[in-house]
């Protein structure tokens, strides 16, 4: 298995972090969301093939802030995470409120409804 | 300031096989912003992963795209394969590298006729698909399929080609290769085509680094990416630049993929002269455990896999980030300021698969 760069920060770090990538020429790559006991975000990044992952493990009522202010096109990543997963992020650029994918089912992805 | 309106472009479009939806706002003529509105079609094939083992999900993976079919499948199986450490033999890798690239060559061939359909020229779009169909052929006597393959597993493929068909493969792209180059030299020379892409949908390669553009779109905009150089499957082995072109308009991304063409043509040929003999998969027992990223390059561009496994049969997460989702940015970008007539030639020159993009 090859080396995977994943470094853990907490929730209230991914903007200071963010800044730090973005000033040293990385460019967004995507953000990804599992459930892990609670939501696990995955920011990765990359410069000249150089992939790294910001990993952030929160629970479900943990609000994070959007990084649109550093990478404006991460609220396409930002609100599907919000809408499949349930994960509440802050002052997205362009927030579409729920209406980005037309679902059934609200935030189908999140298994903390399944849990109950 | 001119009058103000808002237009509704789509979810259906004659230039679109798929649903997306833009509110453009014009300025008389000219577009001022395009405001994106997808998820007509989402499938939910992520969540599937609960309801279909590790093994299974190779053949979900394959079906999230019609085009990129075969590189879904082998993205996915890569990210497995790492987390079990499973080493693919070489013959297995230099077969999978020959159907991606023979993806290439059909998805190109594809999006240069909806782009010839695009500006009205039906003829255009009518040879390159007739092209299209002989590797569509060729897929079939390989594999069984024409766009749905099921030839990628975890370890490695589940079907050989024997020497003689390899030879007749390449005998068929040099021909081929004859005909494309005619074909594209029309794309290329032709004043009413260069007429409707030559400094059309201009992207900076600032404007592309910032916007997290990848695959063509990026490279003809002067951004030497490509997943390939990574050296995967068995791109170790073989010579080949990225190709890059530095006018970032519609017609260098137009440029880049037909040499791309040319490209995947080379490196089957010299796939065909490496390729050792050997098993083509290798068997294992146990269940992923861990958790992985896989790139890869995909004709649209760079494509994520992520994998996390729990050591029993069913997946925690599979998550692609398609080449379309990470592009859509730099559309709308190349939509301000165009005419509005060029709003369906800039879409398509993304070459888009919303399909992808609402795995």
């Known amino acids: ?116 | 300031m001119g009058e103000r309106t808002v237009i509704p472009f789509g979810p259906h479009h004659p230039v679109l096989p798929e649903p997306i939806h833009l509110d453009l706002v014009l300025e008389d003529e000219k577009v001022i912003e395009a405001i994106p509105q997808i998820g007509y079609v989402h499938r939910g094939l992520e969540k599937l992963v609960e309801k279909r083992d590790f093994k299974q999900y190779t053949y979900i993976a394959e079906r999230i795209c019609g085009i990129c079919s075969f590189m879904h499948g082998m993205g996915y199986c890569m990210s497995v394969e790492s987390i079990m450490g499973l080493e693919v033999p070489e013959r297995g890798q230099f077969l999978r590298t020959i159907w991606a690239e023979l993806s290439r060559i059909h998805s190109h061939l594809l999006w240069l006729g909806l782009t010839a359909d695009a500006f009205g020229f039906e003829s255009l779009f009518m040879h390159s698909w007739r092209l299209r169909e002989k590797v569509l052929d060729l897929f079939e006597e390989t594999t069984g399929g024409r766009v749905i393959f099921s030839v990628c597993d975890v370890g490695g493929v589940r079907k050989d080609i024997d020497a003689e068909t390899l030879k007749k493969m390449v005998d068929v792209l040099t021909g081929m290769d004859k005909e494309i180059r005619e074909l594209t030299q029309v794309f290329l020379n032709d004043a009413t085509v260069k007429s409707r892409t030559v400094g059309v949908g201009v992207l900076s390669k600032e404007k592309a680094q910032e916007l997290g553009a990848v695959g063509p779109m990026a490279r003809a905009s002067g951004i030497n990416t490509d997943m390939r150089t990574q050296g995967y499957a068995a791109y170790k082995h073989l010579k080949f630049e990225p190709i890059v072109a530095t006018q970032g308009d519609s017609y260098a991304r137009m440029d880049v993929r037909i040499n791309e063409i040319f490209q995947a043509i080379d490196l089957i040929r010299q796939c065909v002269e490496l390729i050792p003999e050997g098993e083509v998969i290798t068997k294992f027992k146990g269940n992923p455990d861990g958790e992985y990223f896989t790139r890869l390059e995909q004709p649209r561009g760079e494509v994520i896999y992520y994998v996390k496994g729990n050591g029993t049969s069913f997946l925690d997460r599979v998550r692609v980030r398609t080449p379309t989702f990470a592009n859509l940015p730099a559309l709308l970008e190349t939509l301000k300021n165009c005419d509005l007539a060029d709003v369906p030639i800039l879409i398509l020159t993304i070459d888009p698969c919303i399909s992808c993009t609402e795995r």
């Open chain 1, 1 to 116: 298995m090859g080396e995977q760069n994943i470094r853990k920060i907490s929730s209230d770090q991914i903007l200071a972090e963010t800044i730090s990538l973005k000033s040293a020429g990385y460019r967004l790559v995507a953000i990804s969301c599992t459930n892990k006991d609670g939501l696990e975000l995955s920011y990765s990044f990359d410069k000249d093939y150089d992939f790294i992952n910001l990993r952030i493990n929160m629970d479900y009522d943990t609000e994070i802030e959007s990084i649109t202010c550093i990478y404006h096109y991460a609220f396409l990543y930002e609100n599907e995470i919000a809408e499949l997963f349930g994960a509440k992020i802050k002052n997205i650029a362009v927030d579409f409120k729920d209406k980005l994918y037309r679902l059934s089912v609200k935030t189908p992805f999140n298994m903390k409804k399944e849990e109950e």
